[in-house]
């Protein structure tokens, strides 16, 4: 279950594991900016699985109490045969509507969401989604 918000319109600090159909229903129905955001967030999910990515983080305004959120920054964690489908790579590099994607290794990972996802702009801690199951 998705954690309620903070006084701030934050997750909770932390990665916070959650199904597609658990992020649509918290995130994705309305308005419809949300609902084409996470259209494209699917597609994604199916394109990194064929591209041979490992995990997928979600942040930035589309997990927090935004009314129409900027886009949805993403980072995936390529796994060590990246990629298995060099055609689902191009798909990814090449981009999708709405969404930021960093496709990085495990160091960099790391880095994305214990410092740069992790915080706001003030410094505030805040929370992340992990889309589960994977694969």
Same mark, same amino acid.
């Given at each position: 279950m998705i954690p309620a918000f903070d006084e701030h319109g934050y997750l909770p600090p932390g990665i916070h594991p959650a199904t +597609? $159909?658990?992020i649509e229903a918290r995130f994705g129905k309305e308005p419809e900016l949300r609902r084409v955001q996470m259209e494209s967030l699917r597609w994604l999910v199916e394109i990194a699985q064929r591209a @041979? *990515?490992?995990r997928l983080v979600v942040n930035g305004s589309f997990v927090t109490d935004e009314?129409? !959120?900027n886009d *949805? $920054?993403?980072v995936l964690l390529a796994s !060590? $045969?990246?990629p298995r489908d060099t055609e689902a790579e191009a798909e990814l590099i090449a981009g999708m509507p709405f969404l930021q994607i960093d496709i990085v290794k495990q160091t960099d990972f790391d880095v994305m969401v214990e410092t740069i996802f992790a915080t706001d702009r003030r410094f505030r801690r805040k @929370?992340? +989604?992990e889309v *589960? !199951?994977?694969n």
């Open positions: +597609l $159909d658990e @041979g *990515v490992e009314f129409e !959120p *949805v $920054d993403c !060590p $045969d990246f @929370g992340m +989604l *589960v !199951p994977w």
